[in-house]
């Protein structure tokens, strides 16, 4: 006997409700698959989730298969609810569209919206267990999906396009990836700004993170090599230029590595490399697949007139990257006197010095150091005694030399020191 709940059997009921969570379950699982990126699903199965496996390597038959289960229990269920609003109201055209209505208002609800938001917010967690569901369906949908699929590339490819193509990210979106990973706490902050430098070396010219001409230690081809190696102790530079008649003729390198096995008395000239050049304007990530595809570590960097601006080793970008490395007895650049006020070498950038002391500093394409932003804002070489007040902090020139400033104090004002916008800059000349 066929039990009933008013005029509609309990079987009519209890094959709307297992279509409905049909519709549920295979709605949720194509949110939850398609919003896990390529990259992502791949770190979910080197995790061990392994029912991944069959949507990674086969994502249009599987997403085939949930359209094609998901098509046949909505319509099973759209026949089903148009059968109960029939079995409610005969012969009643008004109440029969008023059931329908709320039918169909319940089919989507909770056999779309509802298990789609759901399963894309926890889509990591959902999708490697809905498979378990799903790869028995796609074996039995197979014959089907197989025929659908053919046909969809068929139809794709008479258009021109390609189903393999795989649209690339772009950094925008990485840097938006990078945040949200950071929010929600997959990502630390440390990591997320190493990304980040590495993503903005595109936007960084060689100039700023070379080592300036003024500060070059170099040798003449008549060097010897006692001398190269008492130079290599008394400064720890392991590349040396070598120059012809002047600075702006470097005309090779020597690598200290290169001459620890020669014998005594060898000269530069005989020692060094070729050297190569570059641009200051060239970008870094261009240099740097430069090094890497030449095998190369160190250049020679040019100006526009062809002279010498400086020279740039894989240190050098590796220090844009992850901050400035010190060897052990190398003298810090930022050395702390109390919690407002700091002692600082003049030489230190910009973007170092803001990340020693918690704060963003207004960029320039002018300069790269604090000792290029004391000239830019004195317009003269600095001397000791100068004052410039750049938004919160006063940088007071304690040491100079000939061409630039050496020794820097810098000092937080308090609220009472401070006047007009916090932004602006202020330049107190000495004498």
């Known amino acids: ?242 120059v012809g008649k002047d600075i702006d003729d470097i005309v090779g390198v020597v690598f200290i590595r290169d001459i620890i096995r020669k014998p005594e008395g060898a000269k530069a000239e005989d020692l060094m490399r070729k050297s190569v050049f570059v641009s200051e304007l060239q970008r870094v990530d261009a240099l740097l697949r430069e090094f890497q595809l030449n095998r190369q570590r160190f250049a020679v960097v040019t100006d526009e007139y062809g002279g010498t601006a400086g020279c740039i080793g894989m240190e050098d970008i590796l220090e844009m990257i992850v901050g400035e490395i010190r060897d052990e007895d190398e003298e810090e650049s930022v050395i702390v006197v109390s919690p407002d006020c700091w002692e600082v070498d003049a030489k230190t950038k910009m973007n170092d010095l803001g990340d020693k002391l918690g704060h963003d500093f207004p960029d320039s394409e002018e300069y790269d150091s604090l000792a290029g932003l004391l000239i830019t804002q004195l317009d003269r070489i600095p001397e000791v005694g100068d004052v410039v007040t750049v938004d919160v902090f006063e940088f007071i020139v304690e040491e100079t030399d000939e061409t630039r400033a050496v020794r820097v104090k810098i000092r937080r004002m308090d609220e009472q020191e401070m006047t007009g916008e916090t932004t602006a800059i202020e330049v107190s000349q000495s004498g």
């Open 1 to 242: 006997m066929e039990l009933t709940i008013g005029v509609v059997s309990l079987n009519e009921v209890v094959t709307l409700f297992i279509c409905l969570m049909g519709s549920a379950l295979f709605s949720g699982s194509e949110n939850a698959l398609v919003s896990l990126s390529e990259a992502k699903t791949k770190t979910l199965i080197d995790e061990g989730r392994t029912t991944l496996k069959l949507w990674y390597q086969q994502r249009l038959r599987v997403l085939t298969a949930i359209l094609v289960a998901n098509n046949i229990v909505n319509i099973m269920a759209s026949a089903m609810a148009g059968a109960i609003a029939q079995r409610i109201s005969p012969g009643s055209p008004q109440i029969l569209g008023v059931t329908v209505g709320i039918l169909t208002l319940i089919v989507l609800v909770f056999g779309e919206i509802t298990p789609k938001a759901f399963a894309q917010a926890h889509a990591s967690r959902l999708a490697p267990r809905l498979m378990y569901i799903l790869i028995p369906v796609y074996y039995i949908l197979y014959p089907v999906t197989r025929v659908l699929e053919g046909t969809t590339r068929k139809i794709i490819n008479l258009g021109g396009w390609d189903l393999n193509t795989v649209e690339s990210v772009t950094e925008a979106e990485l840097e938006h990836l990078i945040a949200q990973s950071q929010q929600s706490g997959d990502l630390d902050a440390h990591a997320g700004q190493l990304i980040n430098q590495v993503l903005d070396l595109d936007e960084k010219a060689v100039r700023e993170a070379m080592t300036p001409r003024t500060e070059l230690v170099t040798v003449t081809g008549e060097t010897s090599r006692e001398d190269i190696l008492a130079l290599y102790a008394d400064e720890g530079h392991s590349r040396l230029p070598v």
